[in-house]
């Protein structure tokens, strides 16, 4: 079936440190991937998002790139703040439907 | 932009009472919501959805009479979590199809805890 694998976590970083977190997937059909973030008591937000293969999303200084060949999307950011702190959900939708399919999320702390 | 609000945040009840979320589109009308669950170290999974008006469809494995999903208006839906037991205490999140470009919106999540 579809599904979403992300790398555990937590993770702490120090403030302007390089940032990676995993995320493979696995689709039946031609998915859109995702990356949500959560910040303490709201809402999950779109990140950034790719809806086909070689296709980068960005934005915030996040990075990831649509990977079919390694059916991954990693999450990167080269310099992290104090501010970035929160939940990523990496996630997959297919093309044909409304339903979501998440990883587990990975907590980011970063530390001054 | 589109802005679900999802209340509460957090509950802690007693096994055996009944628990109502509140998630409410704030600035566009939802026809379609979908409320998920994570349990610890686990992914977030979509229960159900539910469409304005009619039914909600539950994913395999939820139960329907207990998790009771009221969609009466374009602007809110409810889930009731009833009879709760300590396996229950999960995040409950909701989230909404928004027309146009705006793609999905979430809430903020409820922690529920059962004890």
């Known amino acids: 079936g579809d599904s979403v694998t992300q790398m555990e976590g937590p993770v702490t970083l120090s403030e302007e440190a390089f940032l990676t977190i995993n995320c493979t997937y696995t689709a039946t059909g031609y998915p859109s991937l995702f990356w949500y973030v959560q910040y303490p008591g709201e809402g999950l937000q779109l990140l950034l998002k790719?809806?086909?293969?070689?296709d980068k999303g960005s934005n915030k200084g996040f990075e990831a790139t649509y990977r079919k060949e390694t059916t991954s999307f990693h999450l990167e950011k080269g310099s992290v703040q104090v501010s970035d702190s929160a939940v990523y959900f990496c996630?997959?939708?297919?093309?044909?439907?409304?339903?979501?399919?998440f990883g587990t999320g990975t907590s980011l702390t970063v530390i001054p | 932009g589109a802005v679900v609000s999802q209340h509460p945040s957090r509950v802690i009840c007693k096994s055996g009472t009944s628990v109502k979320i509140e998630c409410r589109s704030l600035d566009f009308q939802a026809t379609t919501m979908f409320w998920y669950r994570q349990f610890p170290k686990q992914s977030l999974m979509l229960m159900a959805t539910?469409?304005?008006?009619?039914?909600?469809?539950?994913e395999q494995g939820v139960e329907k009479d207990k998790f009771l999903i009221n969609h009466a208006s374009l602007t809110l839906s409810t889930l009731t979590v009833t009879s709760a037991h300590p396996e229950d205490s999960s995040f409950y999140i909701c989230s909404a199809r928004v027309d146009g470009n705006y793609g999905y919106t979430f809430g903020s999540g409820t922690r529920l805890t059962v004890v």
């Open positions: 539910s469409n304005e008006g009619s039914k909600a469809t539950y």
């Open positions: 996630a997959l939708r297919l093309n044909t439907g409304n339903q979501f399919y």
């Open positions: 790719a809806t086909k293969a070689d």
